[in-house]
């Protein structure tokens, strides 16, 4: 079974930063991909930004310039370092890890969620 535990969330003014970060636990034989979510009040979930193994990315038009995702893959954690926040992308923010477990299945796994705040 693989964990994902995120945190670096909270509450921030416009204009303002914040890192999130996520590392997986448990039977894990590779992570191939990471990636972060958000789902804001009454929206449906949508992808921020994602990143392979090797480190090549995709994010998404709402946040390019602004976010970058990276990830460390020797201790299986993905970072998401939030510039220029908007009240906008005030959202749970949630990690996403892909890869194999060490018994060779394929696994999908979700953190618990991290709550991101954007305000005056």
């Known amino acids: 079974q693989v964990q994902l535990v995120e945190s670096g969330g909270g509450l921030v003014q416009p204009g303002g930063s914040l890192r999130l970060s996520c590392t997986a636990s448990?039977?894990?034989?590779?992570?191939?991909?990471m990636a972060w979510y958000r789902q804001a009040p009454g929206k449906q979930r949508e992808l921020v930004a994602r990143?392979?193994?090797?480190?090549?990315?995709n994010i998404a038009a709402s946040v390019k310039g602004r976010f970058t995702i990276s990830r460390d893959n020797a201790k299986n954690t993905v970072y998401l370092q939030m510039n220029s926040l908007k009240p906008e992308d005030t959202a749970v923010y949630y990690c996403?890890?892909?890869?194999?477990?060490?018994?060779?299945?394929?696994?999908?796994?979700w953190g618990q969620g991290t709550q991101v705040t954007v305000s005056s």
């Open positions: 448990g039977s894990i034989f590779s992570i191939n991909v």
């Open positions: 990143i392979m193994r090797g480190g090549s990315t």
């Open positions: 996403n890890a892909n890869g194999l477990d060490s018994g060779s299945h394929a696994f999908s796994a």
